[in-house]
């Protein structure tokens, strides 16, 4: 069974930091691309950051660059998103995703899972 389980939310005073953390299972992670999303009230999820399956390459949303770094730790299923410099704005439910290729047999199909999220406050 996949999960993906998101921790490390919670209430942070405006300038403060956070680290995320996802933690993965029923899948081979390793080879799977990892991103996370958020989604404020009344707005769409937006995407925040992304690592390769293999670590090394990562992309960030603008709102994010210079505050936030995406890592992962293939040897424990793990992803994380350390966020510095926490803004009100920051405010909401943070989500990771896995991206790979499923195949059963010689049927590849692109995948994508998602966790049920995390919530982010940012708040004096």
């Known amino acids: 069974q996949v999960q993906l389980v998101e921790s490390g939310g919670g209430l942070v005073q405006p300038g403060g930091s956070l680290r995320l953390s996802c933690a993965a299972s029923g899948f081979t992670f390793s080879s799977y691309a990892m991103s996370w999303y958020r989604q404020a009230p009344g707005k769409e999820r937006e995407f925040v950051a992304r690592i390769i399956s293999a670590g090394g390459i990562t992309n960030y949303a603008d709102s994010m660059k210079g505050r936030a770094t995406i890592s992962r730790d293939n040897a424990k299923n793990s992803a994380y998103l350390q966020m510095n410099s926490l803004k009100p704005e920051d405010t909401a439910v943070y989500y990771c995703?896995?991206?790979?290729?499923?195949?059963?047999?010689?049927?590849?199909?692109?995948?994508?899972?998602w966790g049920q999220g995390t919530q982010v406050t940012v708040s004096s």
């Open positions: 995703k896995a991206e790979g290729v499923h195949c059963t047999g010689p049927k590849c199909s692109a995948t994508q899972y």
